[in-house]
DNA sequence: GCACACTCTCTCGACGTCAAGACAGTCGAC
DNA sequence: GTCGACTGTCTTGACGTCGAGAGAGTGTGC
């Protein structure tokens, strides 16, 4: 089946023949999906009254595993997001009670976000309804399928993953 | 090599050993892959002075041919963003001298969106850059391989971009 | 012809993100 | 010890996006 990014490379080829535009095979696809599943989440996660960036924090935080806390830097390699930006994150989770702050006690610059056990519990629920709407979206492929293409983008995000970029 | 998401998921195994967290190898990478192609984009665009959402609309008109002219509800669809954010970005393309609004003459509720000969040229440069950029990152793949990825992902987008949702 | 549902674009206010920089604390070289 | 470079977190202001809804225009069924 066509996809958008089929009739915006056939574009392409009709309008400047002179490039290769095949690198857009792939991006495009990539970039375009994104966008889809981040409107996808964020229906899925209004029904546990959660928007994705919290999600992305509560879920860094439990998968961290008892005591569930992590400094915001760590958090912040995790969800990629700017430290400013990870301030304002914590600052609200903080005041709706599903985080607290805590100072570290090994270094006086730095904090442990910890997660509290209401925020605990709401992590697990919207995993769970994340994980069901995302293998809807995955039916379309075979179990071989998806385990090429998990192996095939791993490809690509490894380099931007582990050299410090 | 081992990305992100492999920790990731070794994490919720640990964690959740009770659920199949296999969709997120391939949907995580999806959306961090994504992450990572914004911040690269951005780089790449501000040596020509652009934004990735000026990119985007300007290609979209580029793409579209001679006269070059698309309405916003055309480009609405290309581009994935809500009206009012459409609005907003013809406004300052507009004052930037890039595109021009033009009164429909078949549909007098409506305006078509024209790339001036400035917004063309800006538009074939930074796509030159933006794919030399790609070739790089997908370096890393195979011709075949490239090929491949694009046909599992395009499954993927297809229903998106095809059932209206 | 007329009413009513629909389409298209724009307006508005709230919100989240970013980039740049400030500040306190750490740690190695000397 | 102490200086200086570095690290970790937070502050600030500008910016772009979103969702909801308003307003103008279209066109179909009657």
């Known amino acids: 089946m066509e996809d958008e990014v089929d009739r915006l490379v056939a574009a392409w080829r009709r309008e400047r023949p002179d490039l290769d535009v095949e690198p857009l095979e792939v991006l ?10 981040d409107r996808a989440r964020r229906l899925a996660f209004s029904e546990h009254h959660l928007e994705p960036w919290e999600f992305d924090v509560l879920t860094a935080l439990r998968r961290a595993g008892s005591p569930y806390q992590l400094s915001p830097g760590q958090l912040l390699t995790q969800t990629l997001v700017t430290s400013g930006t990870m301030t304002n994150r914590i600052d609200r989770l903080a005041k709706k009670g ?37 293998r809807a979206i995955l039916g379309e492929l075979s179990r071989a399928q998806r385990s090429e293409l998990a192996a095939l983008l791993r490809q690509l995000t490894a380099p931007f993953d582990n050299i410090p970029g």
Chains 1, 2 share one sequence.
Not at 28 to 33: F, G, I, M, N, P
């Open 28 to 37: 495009s696809r990539v970039s375009r999906l994104a966008r889809h599943l």
């Open 98 to 134: 599903l985080v607290e702050r805590l100072p570290d006690p090994s270094d006086r610059r730095g904090v442990l976000v910890r997660l509290t056990d209401e925020g605990r519990d709401r992590a697990d629920q919207s995993l769970a309804g994340l994980l069901e709407q995302e």
